[in-house]
């Protein structure tokens, strides 16, 4: 019964939207406006459809209907129904349902808030998200199918993959990166929707999708963050990031987003690159399929790979004609692409965007091919390679230093041309900040050299950023005798993108900190422990006191108490543990962290004797790692700052004019 | 400046920059490539096998395995059937680690003829799938279970 709903109403959703999106330019050919409500409509069905399906596979998962061949592959009656029902996400079928349901309701949204605007965007805008909606519900009938039957009706599952049922963070990454990526099919959809209403010239569609990219932006954001915590905290080596494809993955499609954030402004203020922003948003759209295809064709081998099949070349030729039906839209459109302005200066705000972007580019192309080399060594050489870490390190640290630079220099300049003795005073909070970073690096005994540079410009970046803050505030203190605090709340509410993005400049510096600090200062230890005897990393000192196991309901544990000490004195027990699930021999590493301002210490069981006699441990001190999940805090407060609606939008909801008006404090308060 | 001698600048400029950054990337790549191979095939690279990061893949040969616990030093054999190579690894082994198991040594092959590892990988189907009837996991860890209660 819930099988059949399901299915059904995936067949439904696909037809209506390849119906809403075929008769979209028949309406406007026709000329007939009022048909355009109907494909409308079908946005709003094709939500509630994929809904309808998507709560029927969770039903069946939660009432362990066997009968439906996912919940058969990832269900279980012994697992917890918390997990139960985040297991959507946990297998390929699944997780394309969700996919679908992500998007639906982006498509339903976006529709909604834009139904009343008069002209062709909205309408081919539409049509386009159906169309994208219309391959992952080919995907859901063909090679992704969650509702074959099943017979006969089996009792019982293997339940999820025991990486994915170990910690409570796959709960919050997978959706996390869906919303960010699918959330970039918004911006793609009006992209191509102004190319083909022939209304690249204004740049409506950037205006309109600019909350939008955004949102996007900050769930890939958290998303990227949440995925490293959950391998810093799951896979018991200590580590956030492999240059693992799937990571890689993740993280490409956020390099071109970001770099679109920044040159978008310069397109809004200065009428500049144009087709720069529009090729920018088509790339990011394909890479996050791009990634998709990766991740879930089983192409590489990894948790995230959860099949073989044929669902691959689905993903290829859907992102053939993509490029494909971009490429020859942009070229029909380029002409109208032109540049209204040109560089004044070498030193503006301008240049630093372009320089930026630049960088970012590089950096997307460098992590692409790195991640691709094999699949292509592999298919035109035979040979069976992997790009290793240190590739992706030689490669992308210069230009992660070089970019923390320019986090610094870029909201110190001004559009168009810098004066002197203003940049003076803009640039010398950080040169002081960075300066004294730098020498405390050295003091604390960093003596590679981009280690060093990353501290010194992460600190120029810190000290820029937040000097915006403190500059702006005192002058609304001085013209309107503002309290300070009062000052600071209003400056940032009356200018919410601009210092938005400076508070998201100023997670990235907690980020680089963290990253940087503990590639740096690091360090390790295993050692094989009898009971009473102790083992001290970087002056922190464990015991190991015994080893235990338990009986949980769908696992056993294997643990280990240490004691943390403070001279003699216990101050806390670490219980690093070894989860053992039924369905897999190999036991999931559960190492325990400690956090604390300066860092974490990190315990994971590697081996134990059967009797208890003894157990060997890995010590970890891994300096300020947890600065980079709050870091990671700190960027989705930002993109949050700058999403959030500002009181005259609100007051004149109906005139996208209004919203649209550069902010005009940028000149200098 | 014209407009036209600006865009053959700045084109000249990208042109520039793709080559610098193609050169970079080919580099980049051409010394950190990892291949997989088995003993056999880096046996028979000779001298061109000795130091380069490689994915050594095989099965561990039983009977050759020697572990310090304290010195925390793993000393063992990865052949393929017909080549062998002697591998010393630092750390504890991990737990599914045995005689005749199928594993991957990441590191390098020295001129001495033994291969340092920087990371032991028992090789497990990566592809997620339930176990057949007989497979659930090992006995040893009941014992700990009876011994250390809780």
């Known amino acids: 019964m819930t099988r059949l709903v399901a299915s059904n109403a995936i067949l439904v959703a696909a037809a209506v939207s390849a119906l809403g999106a075929l008769l979209t330019p028949i309406a406007i050919h026709k000329g007939r406006r009022d048909w355009l409500m109907l494909s409308y409509a079908a946005v709003y069905t094709n939500f509630v459809l994929v809904t309808l399906a998507t709560l029927a596979l969770v039903w069946g998962l939660v009432s362990h209907d066997f009968s439906i061949s996912y919940v058969a592959q990832v269900g279980s009656r012994a697992t917890p129904t918390f997990y139960t029902i985040i297991s959507l996400w946990g297998a390929l079928e699944g997780s394309i349902v969700f996919w679908a349901w992500v998007l639906g309701m982006y498509a339903a949204a976006v529709v909604w808030f834009n139904r009343h605007r008069e002209g062709n965007l909205v309408p081919y805008a539409a049509a386009t998200i159906l169309m994208v909606a219309l391959f992952f519900h080919i995907l859901l009938i063909g090679p992704a199918n969650p509702f074959q039957p099943?017979?006969?009706?089996?009792?019982?599952?293997?339940?999820?993959?025991?990486?994915?049922?170990?910690?409570?963070?796959m709960a919050v990454h997978p959706p996390l990166l869906y919303l960010g990526y699918v959330g970039f099919s918004v911006p793609f959809a009006f992209a191509v929707g102004a190319m083909l209403a022939g209304e690249v010239?204004?740049?409506?569609?950037?205006?309109?999708?600019?909350?939008?990219?955004?949102?996007?932006?900050?769930?890939?954001?958290?998303?990227?963050i949440a995925g490293m915590w959950w391998s810093y905290e799951v896979l018991g080596w200590g580590g956030y990031w492999a240059w693992d494809p799937v990571e890689n993955a993740s993280f490409i499609p956020w390099l071109t987003a970001t770099a679109y954030l920044h040159s978008v402004m310069v397109q809004e203020r200065r009428g500049m690159l144009k087709l720069w922003n529009l090729n920018l948003m088509v790339g990011t759209f394909v890479l996050t399929i791009l990634g998709t295809f990766l991740t879930r064709s089983g192409i590489i081998s990894s948790v995230h790979a959860f099949t073989q099949g044929t669902i691959g070349y689905f993903f290829l030729a859907f992102i053939a004609v993509v490029l494909l039906a971009a490429l020859i839209l942009v070229a029909g459109n380029s002409d109208k692409l032109g540049s209204e302005g040109r560089l004044d200066a070498p030193l503006s705000r301008e240049t630093a965007f372009l320089v930026q972007n630049l960088f970012f580019t590089v950096f997307m192309f460098t992590v692409l091919i790195g991640t691709l080399f094999p699949l292509v060594a592999e298919a035109v050489r035979g040979v069976k390679v992997s790009v290793g870490t240190p590739f992706f390190n030689r490669m992308s640290v210069p230009l992660m230093v070089a970019l923390l630079f320019l986090m610094g220099v870029g909201p110190a300049l001004p559009w168009k041309k810098a004066a002197g003795a203003e940049l003076k005073g803009r640039v010398l909070p950080g040169v002081v900040v960075g300066v004294l970073l730098g020498v405390a690096a050295l003091l604390g005994g960093a003596r590679n050299g981009y280690a060093v540079l990353a501290y010194v410009f992460a600190g120029f970046a810190l000290g820029v950023n937040a000097a915006e803050f403190v500059r702006g505030a005192n002058a609304r203190v001085k013209a309107h005798g503002e309290l300070w605090v009062t000052a600071l709340m209003r400056l940032v509410?009356?200018?919410?993108?601009?210092?938005?993005?400076?508070?998201?400049?100023?997670?990235?510096?907690?980020?680089?900190?963290?990253?940087?600090?503990?590639?740096?200062?690091?360090?390790?230890?295993?050692?094989?422990?009898?009971?009473?005897?102790?083992?001290?990393?970087?002056?922190?000192?464990?015991?190991?006191?015994?080893?235990?196991?338990?009986?949980?309901?769908?696992?056993?544990?294997?643990?280990?108490?240490?004691?943390?000490?403070?001279?003699?004195?216990?101050?806390?027990?670490?219980?690093?543990?070894?989860?053992?699930y039924p369905t897999q021999q190999q036991p999931v590493p559960t190492p325990e962290v400690r956090s604390m301002l300066s860092g974490d210490l990190y315990l994971n069981l590697m081996a134990f004797k059967q009797d208890g006699s003894n157990i060997t441990v890995k010590v970890i001190w891994e300096p300020l790692v947890p600065w980079i999940w709050f870091g990671g805090l700190v960027v989705c407060l930002g993109a949050i700052i700058g999403i959030w609606p500002s009181r005259e939008r609100q007051a004149s909801r109906s005139g996208s004019a209004n919203a649209a008006a550069p902010p005009m404090t940028e000149g200098r308060a | 400046m014209t407009t036209k001698k600006t865009k053959w600048g700045a084109l000249a400029a990208v042109g520039v920059l793709v080559i610098a950054f193609g050169w970079l990337i080919y580099g980049g790549l051409d010394s950190n490539v990892v291949y997989f191979l088995t003993p056999k095939e880096l046996l028979a690279k000779g001298a061109d096998g000795y130091d380069?990061?490689?994915?050594?893949?095989?099965?561990?040969?039983?009977?050759?395995?020697?572990?310090?616990?304290?010195?925390?030093?793993?000393?063992?054999?990865?052949?393929?059937?017909?080549?062998?190579?002697?591998?010393?690894?630092?750390?504890?082994?991990?737990?599914?680690?045995?005689?005749?198991?199928?594993?991957?040594?990441?590191?390098?092959?020295?001129?001495?003829?033994?291969?340092?590892?920087?990371?032991?990988?028992?090789?497990?189907?990566?592809?997620?799938k339930a176990p057949k009837q007989g497979e659930r996991p090992a006995e040893m860890y009941k014992s700990l279970m009876k011994s250390a209660g809780t």
């Open chain 2, 52 to 128: 380069k990061p490689v994915r050594l893949g095989g099965q561990v040969k039983p009977g050759s395995v020697v572990w310090d616990d304290k010195a925390l030093s793993l000393r063992f054999s990865v052949t393929d059937g017909t080549g062998e190579i002697l591998v010393h690894a630092k750390g504890a082994p991990p737990q599914m680690f045995k005689d005749g198991q199928g594993v991957v040594v990441e590191g390098r092959y020295g001129k001495d003829g033994v291969f340092t590892s920087t990371n032991l990988m028992v090789k497990h189907s990566n592809e997620y």
């Open chain 1, 201 to 224: 010239a204004n740049d409506d569609w950037i205006r309109l999708t600019r909350r939008w990219t955004l949102v996007a932006w900050g769930f890939l954001s958290a998303a990227i």
């Open chain 1, 493 to 580: 509410s009356a200018n919410r993108r601009r210092y938005g993005g400076y508070v998201a400049h100023i997670g990235v510096v907690l980020v680089a900190l963290g990253v940087a600090s503990s590639a740096t200062f690091k360090t390790e230890q295993e050692a094989t422990l009898k009971p009473g005897e102790t083992l001290t990393v970087a002056g922190r000192t464990v015991r190991f006191k015994n080893a235990w196991g338990r009986e949980e309901k769908q696992r056993q544990v294997i643990g280990a108490t240490m004691e943390l000490m403070s001279g003699s004195r216990v101050v806390g027990i670490i219980e690093p543990r070894m989860n053992y």
């Open chain 1, 150 to 169: 099943v017979v006969p009706v089996p009792f019982d599952g293997p339940g999820p993959n025991p990486l994915l049922q170990n910690h409570i963070l």
